[in-house]
């Protein structure tokens, strides 16, 4: 995909394509990998929804970007300005309320830059708005994924809520319209389709390279289950879970979970269950069990844990809810629940026929899924050949730009500004903890949407270094104005001392922060401070983590503190406030800060004139001022 091509295809995602730990990232790949097997070469521009949903619940996103710049022809980066809703109060969503003006912008800039380009993929329906950039004569296609109309009806009988998009049929079938194509990962989802547009829908299932010839088992000592920590994953092999640990024994096969979903399962590691987390390479999970296990209980689109279980060779064992568009014939593909699962599993545990048996099954199942998927790209590739017109000169490559970094003493902190594509590390041997990450701001135009953005690093200086006495006002400066994104470093993990956090903070208060409110300065003793402020209103209803400093903003000192308490307040106040998310409101209200023992005198004494408030995705500033006589 790397080699210049006449013919460009754009695909847009709101997902990264590495690392490619989750289904929809590899359905991407896969895609991907289709279009350059047919003569395109591809742009790829990730709409950083991901990204964000990760730092929202307090994670380093697992974004690739450095992989991502080798992989394709052109990269770029859309930063959504506003949080995306997750939720939607009980209502299924509008079609467009995952699609924000942002998206639509770097389209038609995209068009404007790259007129030579001759078709776009859009990954999933949500997004569909962008397709209202494109300029006529450019071939317009949905990669649908998965179904979304009415999707929130098969978690009702889990007592569940999606945590990810759904619609209603209307507005799916307005999506889908936008589009010249509409790409169906399985044949009951095409089937489905057809009946909400008149749009041409081809049957697109994923084409997975086989990984391993399939593998002689006599018997299983482990089995396994590798995932996502999506909605369906979650609840299914909790399910699975529970049971297989309730009555295991030893002789047993043991039950290895590996992927996202270890750590969205609430369960600890037991007798019978072990969990690996996040694996670097599938190898290494899918050479340490001896079968695959499929217990899903729920859940659209194709299952690719499947696909890729059967291209990596191995027996696997699932319900019919996970076959689900393979179209098997084997009674172990087709089982109606996690205790029919189980209970194959034990009949298959040491009956080296039976298992034999099974593994020819999934080796020919795969075999015919393979057939399809090469017949189905066949189909896809010749449409978009033909509608894609006559070749046209390909437009210039940018080069990225060289890696350059920036290490400045504070004295108490050494930090590292680093201009680089390397996303994926939240530490570093030389330069320490990531504290920070660059948002694209209203500037990305100008830049390109280029991917690459600044990094900020901080660790205890070495010896031999010497305090840059203009360093705090550079960094400062550096700062300005700048979006950024916080690294679990300052609420989930904290690896630094608290004297380098303490040294940081006010740094942070050069950036533009998400949230900010006069406060006024109620009282203040032993270390604590009571403040009226105006906060976020969904601080009032559960205080999230957070962490706090209180700071002198002319000193440049801070004191750690920690929010103990915020209320409404029962008065109006008269306090400027703002937010850069029209969705947040501000609230009047009063904060409880303490600062901890050994830290109470430092704290009284400090001059304070800022607070800030950091949780896992919000930078909050209070200017304080005294309570008005």
């Known amino acids: 995909m790397t080699e210049a091509s006449p013919r460009t295809i754009l695909v847009l995602a709101p997902m990264p394509a590495f690392p490619t730990l989750a289904g929809n990232r590899r359905r991407l790949l896969a895609v991907c990998e289709m279009l350059a097997r047919g003569g395109f070469a591809v742009d790829f521009a990730y709409f950083a929804h991901e990204d964000q949903v990760y730092r929202r619940y307090g994670q380093h996103p697992p974004t690739d970007d450095a992989r991502t710049d080798q992989a394709f022809r052109r990269v770029f980066r859309i930063e959504p300005r506003d949080p995306i809703p997750l939720r939607s109060a009980g209502r299924p969503f509008g079609i467009d309320d995952w699609c924000p003006d942002e998206v639509g912008d770097f389209v038609a800039w995209y068009f404007a830059h790259h007129p030579e380009t001759c078709a776009i993929v859009v990954n999933y329906v949500f997004l569909s708005r962008a397709l209202e950039q494109v300029p006529a004569g ?56 057809r009946t909400v547009t008149d749009r041409p829908v081809l049957l697109l299932p994923p084409r997975l390279p086989r990984q391993s010839v399939p593998r002689t088992v006599t018997r299983l000592r482990r089995i396994g289950f590798i995932g996502h920590g999506n909605d369906a994953n979650r609840l299914s092999i909790r399910a699975f879970a529970e049971i297989w640990t309730s009555g295991w024994q030893p002789g047993m096969p043991e039950l290895v979970v590996a992927g996202e979903v270890c750590t969205a399962l609430g369960l600890e590691a037991c007798p019978g269950l072990t969990l690996l987390g996040r694996v ?68 298959l545990r040491s009956d080296a026929a039976a298992l034999a048996a099974l593994g020819a099954d999934c080796a020919d199942l795969f075999r015919r899924f393979e057939a399809r998927c090469a017949e189905a790209e066949a189909r896809c590739l010749g449409l978009i050949a033909a509608a894609s017109g006559r070749a046209t000169a390909p437009g210039d490559v940018p080069e990225a730009p060289a890696p350059r970094n920036e290490t400045i003493c504070l004295g108490a902190v050494t930090v590292t500004e680093e201009w680089d594509l390397r996303s994926l590390p939240a530490s570093h041997p030389d330069l320490g903890i990531l504290v920070a990450t660059e948002r694209a701001g209203p500037d990305a135009p100008s830049r390109g949407y280029t991917p690459v953005r600044r990094r900020w690093f901080a660790r205890v200086p070495r010896a031999g270094e010497i305090a840059d006495p203009a360093g705090r006002q550079a960094l400062a400066g550096s700062l300005a104005a700048t979006r950024l994104a916080l690294s679990p470093e300052w609420v989930r993990t904290p690896a630094l001392p608290q004297a380098l956090r303490e040294a940081l903070a006010p740094l942070l208060l050069a950036t533009e922060p998400d949230w900010w409110s006069e406060a006024e300065l109620l009282g203040r003793a032993d270390g604590r401070l009571d403040l009226v402020a105006c906060l976020p209103s969904s601080f009032l209803s559960a205080l999230p983590r957070t962490a706090c400093f209180v700071v002198a903003s002319s000193e440049g000192l801070s004191v750690a503190a920690g929010a103990t308490g915020a209320e409404p307040l029962m008065r109006q106040a008269a306090l400027r406030r703002a937010s850069s998310d029209p969705t947040l409101a501000l609230v009047p209200a009063v904060l409880a800060l303490d600062a901890s023992p050994p830290d109470r005198q430092r704290a009284d004494r400090l001059q304070a004139d800022r607070i800030l408030i950091l949780a896992d995705d919000l930078i909050g500033h209070l200017i304080v001022g005294p309570k008005p006589a």
Request: proline share 5%; no cysteine; hydrophobic share 50%.
């Open 280 to 347: 670097a390479e599938l190898e290494t999970f899918y050479d340490a069990v001896d079968a695959v296990v499929a217990p899903m209980l729920m859940g659209t689109g194709l299952k690719m844990k499947v696909a890729e279980a059967l291209s990596y060779g191995l027996p696997v064992v699932g319900t019919a809810t996970a076959f689900d568009g393979f179209d098997p014939y084997a009674a172990a593909h087709r089982l109606p629940g996690v205790e029919a699962v189980r209970e194959a599993v034990l009949a």
């Open 138 to 193: 450019v071939l317009k296609l949905i990669d649908t994924h998965d179904r979304f109309a009415d999707r929130h009806l098969i978690y009702r009988p889990f007592g569940m809520e999606p945590s990810f998009f759904y619609t209603d049929a209307a507005g799916e079938a307005a999506g889908l319209d936008r589009a010249d194509a509409v790409l169906a990962i399985q044949a009951n989802e095409a089937a489905y389709f």
